[in-house]
């Protein structure tokens, strides 16, 4: 069974910060670029960052660029994201996601095709 089940959420103060984990299970993970995306309430689901297979690629939002950092560990099978400088507008529901096909790193939720249950960071002003 695939699955992907991220951790690290919570709450936190502006300009704190958090690392969110995504633990891989049920496919070979090394061969999957990964990504986190987030959901805001009333909002459309938007991406914050991706790695390639091997960890040698990364990609950003303009929107957390600066303050995050997308890493991935292939012999624990997880997927990080370090977010730091936090702000009230970071809040939204995270999620991590799989994907494979492609030489590039896409952006668009569309794109992958695993995806875990999300987890809650809420910032607070």
């Known amino acids: 069974q695939v699955q992907l089940v991220e951790s690290g959420g919570g709450l936190v103060q502006a300009g704190g910060s958090l690392r969110l984990s995504c633990a891989a299970s049920?496919?070979?993970?090394?061969?999957?670029?990964m990504a986190w995306f987030r959901q805001a309430p009333g909002k459309e689901r938007e991406f914050v960052a991706a790695i390639g297979s091997s960890g040698g690629v990364t990609l950003y939002a303009d929107s957390v660029k600066g303050r995050a950092t997308i890493s991935r560990d292939n012999v624990k099978n997880t997927v990080y994201v370090q977010m730091n400088s936090l702000k009230p507008e970071d809040t939204a529901v995270y999620y991590c996601a799989a994907g494979s096909g492609t030489a590039t790193i896409p952006q668009i939720p569309e794109r992958y095709g695993i995806w875990g249950q999300g987890t809650q960071v809420t910032v607070s002003s």
């Open positions: 049920g496919l070979t993970f090394s061969r999957y670029r």
